[in-house]
């Protein structure tokens, strides 16, 4: 397969044709590489259509089927994962190396789902009658991914809604839609026509989307700003939905740590991806006996991660992902220069038109500014002191957001006590961004709406079906 050129939706197993199209810019230098189809109205109204056609015998296929279709899926990731990751890294920004574990990653973890199978409860089984629960698709998804990990997080849709026998219509960031639409035409090998389909498009096609009344449910994975919009367009047809959402995810570092330790875990937590994630850290409170340690530490690293192109050799970090975004974080960064606030900045970045940012940490700001209220999605990191426990957990929680935390401590059983203070719906002691397909993520407040992931979140694609009957 070229992953070069020839970006097509799969619609109904085929290649549909672009009626019009979206540019799609590499970050790394600000300029556009390629296009993607923008979907008409007709042509999501024909994927949903297909998709719909294609439940009817989707969900009576063996869920044993239907895993190994997921599984061979996951295989075909993981085999095509090397040659995909060069186009990766140029539409999303992310170095060679790291693009090619997450397509790969998201291969293994569609295989890990694929060995999932909805339980069946009896509740009676008796002379007189005999009652079980058991869960039964849904239907045609809408299932929309945002650009920070556009192949895992909407693989983590994909996987979970075809094992429980539904089918598909998937739609990438108008800002990373190419991996996904290769993955489209990949699985064509795999799935029959309509039970996976991806299309892409520009802004309108996301609210086209959610307001369309063939779908069940909506997946959703981006903002908090959006999802709220997402979930209040499917009230009107009271279509089911999972919102994958924002955070302003806390760190607290407890005074009896070994900094030389931890600072390098603590580093890449926050500004792995160039911090684009939404369980990095984003506010790190450190007891005020370590700060000073911590800080240095921190700095250094950031003096010698190479912030550049992720094509080229040795890059670490690379751009941000947009250009909307590169000026969400330059307001930001503006605005922790206006108020005078204390910026520690690591390695030069390229000069090139690429939406780059230095890596930055913000010296101990005021807890209202800015940078520690909102979430940067962006390397600036605020580091802030504390020295009170119960007072560090009334600010870490003091959020509208709960996505995740972590606690960092010699003392084991003192972190844990801690993290489970912390109104998240993660919480890592002595590590981070861990997660795994066997195991329940999600947000609480602002940060989501319901979970993905373990069987909580298989079930998500599901309802309880009870059946009664009589034996006498
Ligand atoms: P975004 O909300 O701008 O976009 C996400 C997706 O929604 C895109 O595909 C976009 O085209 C689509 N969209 C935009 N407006 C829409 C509308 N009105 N109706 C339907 N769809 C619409 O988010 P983003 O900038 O792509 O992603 C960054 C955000 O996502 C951050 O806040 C981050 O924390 C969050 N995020 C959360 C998780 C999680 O699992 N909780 C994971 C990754 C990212």
Redesign the pocket.
């Known amino acids: 397969m070229d992953f070069h050129s020839d970006y097509v939706m799969t619609i109904d197993g085929k290649s549909a044709p672009a009626e019009a199209t979206i540019e799609v810019v590499n970050p790394a230098t600000g300029k556009s590489f390629a296009s993607a189809p923008d979907c008409s109205k007709a042509q999501l109204d024909a994927a949903v259509a297909s998709a719909k056609a294609a439940f009817k015998s989707w969900r009576r296929t063996p869920i044993a089927e239907r895993q190994a279709m997921v599984a061979k899926a996951g295989d075909l990731l993981i085999a095509h994962a090397e040659e995909m990751a060069r186009l990766f890294t140029r539409e999303q920004g992310r170095p060679v190396d790291a693009a090619q574990q997450e397509i790969a990653g998201a291969g293994a973890w569609m295989k890990a789902v694929s060995g999932m199978t909805p339980p069946v409860h009896v509740s009676e089984d008796s002379d007189t009658q005999f009652i079980e629960t058991r869960y039964v698709p849904l239907g045609v998804i809408c299932a ?6 556009p192949v895992s ?1 909407a693989m983590w849709k994909v996987a979970p809604a075809l094992v429980a026998g539904n089918t598909m219509v998937l ?5 990373t839609p190419l991996c996904t639409l290769k993955i489209g035409e990949i699985f064509r090998d795999v799935f029959p026509p309509g039970v996976f389909n991806v299309i892409s498009g520009g ?1 309108d ?3 086209m ?2 307001s369309h009344p063939g779908f069940a449910k909506i997946s ?8 709220k ?2 979930m209040e ?1 499917a009230s009107k047809d009271l279509k089911r939905v999972t919102l ?4 302003n995810d806390a760190a607290i570092v407890l005074p009896d740590v070994d900094l030389d330790a931890v600072a390098q875990k603590i580093f890449f937590g926050a500004f792995f991806n160039s911090a684009q ?2 369980v990095a850290t984003k506010r790190l409170y450190v007891h005020e006996d370590v700060y000073d340690g911590l800080r240095d530490r921190l700095a250094a690293i950031a003096s010698a991660v190479k912030v550049g192109d992720g094509a080229e050799q040795g890059t670490v970090l690379g751009p941000i992902q947009n250009k909307r ?1 590169y000026e969400r974080v330059m307001d930001l960064l503006n605005d922790a220069k206006a108020n005078d606030l204390t910026l520690i900045q690591g390695s030069a970045i390229p000069d090139n038109g690429g939406y780059f940012v230095p890596v930055t940490i913000v010296d101990n700001p005021p807890e209202n500014s800015r940078v520690v209220q909102e ?1 940067a ?1 962006g390397p600036i990191l605020p580091m802030l002191k504390f020295s009170q426990i119960d007072d560090v957990i009334d600010r870490a929680n003091d959020s509208e957001y709960g ?1 995740a935390g972590a606690v960092w401590s010699a003392d084991t059983d003192k972190a844990v006590e801690i993290a489970r203070r912390m109104e998240t719906g993660t919480v890592w002691v002595n590590q981070n961004l861990n997660l795994r397909p066997d195991t329940p ?1 999600g ?1 609480h407040k602002h ?2 709406f319901g979970v ?1 992931n373990g069987m909580e979140g298989l079930l998500e694609y599901m309802a309880p079906q009870a059946v009664y009957v009589a034996r006498s």
Do not use: Y
């Open positions: 929309i991914a945002p650009w920070n990990f997080l739609k990438p960031s108008p800002f802004d096609l996301g609210p989307m959610t959703f994975t981006g903002s908090s700003a959006t999802g919009r997402v367009s994958e959402l924002g955070g994630i939404c975004q979430e999605f996505l993520f947000g940060s989501g993905e």
